[in-house]
């Protein structure tokens, strides 16, 4: 129990022990993650996404978690590494799909930057993007 109590201290938001294993054992038997020579978890991937255009209900449970998350991030303040970006913005329908276009860009760079990142890995970041409009297609 050492080791999952020193997990359970080490990550955000905190978990209970049981909650820890339970958790482990999940990511275990999905692949996620694998134990390594020396007994600690690695991950198998390096990145975890739902991809653009994901639909099914359980990736929109997955992110809503992430926006939750974030969220938490936010309220926690200072305690927590973050960089947080929020804009409201007025744009046209050109604008907006060349916005798309470079986020998508973007998108691509950071998994490139991820892949080719060889120096041992040290940390879990989460990474959401979110770009919508106010306005309703059915108006």
């Known amino acids: ?27 275990l038997d999905l692949g996620l993650i694998r134990i390594d020579e ?14 653009e ?7 929109r449970q997955y992110q809503i978690l ?5 969220k938490q991030v936010i309220l926690q303040g200072q305690k927590h ?4 970006i929020t804009k409201t913005i007025s744009i046209s329908k050109n604008g907006y799909d060349l916005i798309l276009k470079h986020l ?15 120096h041992e890995d040290d940390q879990v970041c989460q990474l959401n993007f979110q ?4 306005w309703r297609k059915d108006s």
């Not at 991937?45 to 739902?50: D, G, P, R």
């Not at 255009?53 to 359980?58: F, K, L, N, P, S």
């Not at 992430?66 to 974030?70: P, Q, V």
């Not at 770009?131 to 106010?134: I, R, Y």
């Open 38 to 51: 020396s007994g600690f978890c690695k991950p198998t991937q390096k990145i975890i996404t739902t991809g």
């Open 66 to 70: 992430a926006l939750d998350l974030a």
């Open 1 to 27: 129990d050492g080791d999952y109590r020193t997990l359970c201290k080490g990550i955000f938001p905190s978990i209970s022990v049981p909650k820890a294993k339970k958790s482990i054992k999940l990511l």
């Open 81 to 84: 590494p973050q960089k947080v």
């Open 104 to 118: 998508e860009k973007f998108n691509r760079e950071i998994t490139s930057i991820i892949h080719k990142d060889e």
């Open 53 to 59: 255009y994901a639909r099914d209900e359980i990736i």
């Open 131 to 134: 770009l919508f409009t106010h």
